[in-house]
């Protein structure tokens, strides 16, 4: 479904991602963790086109979106969930999911009706604006919005930031839920725990490189690479 080869990209002078390389195959769910300023938003930034890539390419069911504009990427079927939320404070909630809205003749749509029976939080706060919500309720907007628009790919950017347990909770079952639809998912997250709990296969980054790629079980085994690339403590032998 998605394929990074050798990405490069630069904010002017300061390379940020050197070389990074990364496969997402159909229906897969793909971590990518790392600490704080490892190039991870970057990354994101990159796949959807806010901040081409300088060299290597992106190829997206067989296409090269690469050098696509934003718009172009998001009509080809990726979503982003993006960090810090970027929600529109002065529309509702209900607006924020309608300007995102794209139709779907697959049975398991995402309608606006479908996300408020799956959040109900949002369905109660409906008619709020944006700025009206609490973070979390935010930043489970944020994810609703890139649901609305159908996509074959979702790009989520730290999306457990901020949450409460139960919401992460909610966002697990959400990954799975999505998974057993045949959607795709690039999951880039801090939070290692939760990665290689919902993962297929995880990447972890490190200034703007990837240092390890295993499934999920041999890198919670690897207590060197936790430490070091994540920030995990070191098991209790």
Known sequence: MLDIHDLHTYYGDSHVLQGVTIHVGNGAVVAVAGRNGAGKTTLCRSLVGLTPARDGRVVFDGRDITRLAPHRIAGAGISLVPQGRRIFSSLTVRENLAIAARPS???AAWTVDEIFSFFPRLAERREHRGDQLSGGEQQVLAIARALAANPRLIVMDEPTEGLAPALIAAVATLIRRLQSEGTSILLVEQNAAFAVK????????SNGTIVHASDPAALWANEEIKTRFLGVPQTAR
């Open 198 to 205: 919902v993962a297929d296969h995880v990447y972890v980054m």
């Open 105 to 107: 003749s697959v049975a």
